[in-house]
């Protein structure tokens, strides 16, 4: 029992050495806070409260966590400011929210996307997602393109930060295809259209050549005797070729020869005997007989003192007042007179005087 006593005495003593009570304070006191309240971290983001966390290795974890983790056609996830933290204690009741302030964190993320561009001629088209959809689309379109179609495909990588600019790949695949179709029409109508101007090009130059050999041939034939037809008019009077066909021009206006004395005043015209002779104008007769070396002659007067003679005829198929038209046959070709052939000795005079019928005729 005095034991006891003894003990209990040194233990009293213990008690109230006031070091050790003291420490035991301190001891409850933080028993009282660790039960009542616990310790966490202050989250802020430029300077903005966010939140608490109780552990701040764990939130960088999972910011870094969300960093890496780039799908589809995320390139980069940039935080550009991270977040302060702040020891604090707060009531145990108090909830961290770890979740949320990821969240509002992940909200400050800059993202950048990467897509794949598919270009035709150098201009982007669409854009996939990935590298092998752009070469999938290049290695099914890009071939057997006809040389010369305007259809050149290439791929280049982007990077936006705005969401969402792909397509999948069939859709691209028929944008694509729609440009190919459109462009190789293009070239095939163009290259129509060439053919077509060559075409009328070498037309043209045909027809140039056989009119150019067509003229040559006229040429050679107006030479060689004379053309048919008529040209020119006398005193306003139309002139037309009086045998209706080519001939040949044996002696022509004021030639002399041995056979005559004087100047020529006419164009001998050498054709078969007993060809038509037809006026060269309208007019009347006002001769038709035989005239000495001139043979048989028909003279008309187509007014406007324009006469036309017509000598060395075989006949004479009309009279003396008669009205005749460049449908009359008024005789036929003969040799009469002072001839060495058949030939239409043909003059024309003006008020009586002599003019060379090549001005209007052949
Ligand atoms: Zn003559």
Redesign the pocket.
Known sequence: MFILKGKLLRFTKDIINPVKIILLSILFLVLVILIKYKPVYLVTLSGETLGYVTEKSELDNKINEYINTKEGTVALIDIEVMPEYTLDLVSRNEETKENEILEEIEKTAVITYRTYGVSVNGEIKTEVDTEAEALDIINNLGQDVEEGVDFELGYTEIYTTEENTSVPEDKALEVVSEIKTAKVTEYEEEQARIAAEKAAAEAAAREAARKAAEAKKSTAVATSSASYGSHGSVNGIAISNPLKTSPLIT?RFGERSSSRSSS?T???LAVSLGTSIYPIASGTVVTASYQGSYGNMIVIDHGNGVQSYY??CNSINVSVGESVTTDTVIGTVGSTGNSTGP?L?LEIRINGVAYNPQNYLY
């Open positions: 002696s020529h006419g164009l001998d000598a060395h030939h000795h």
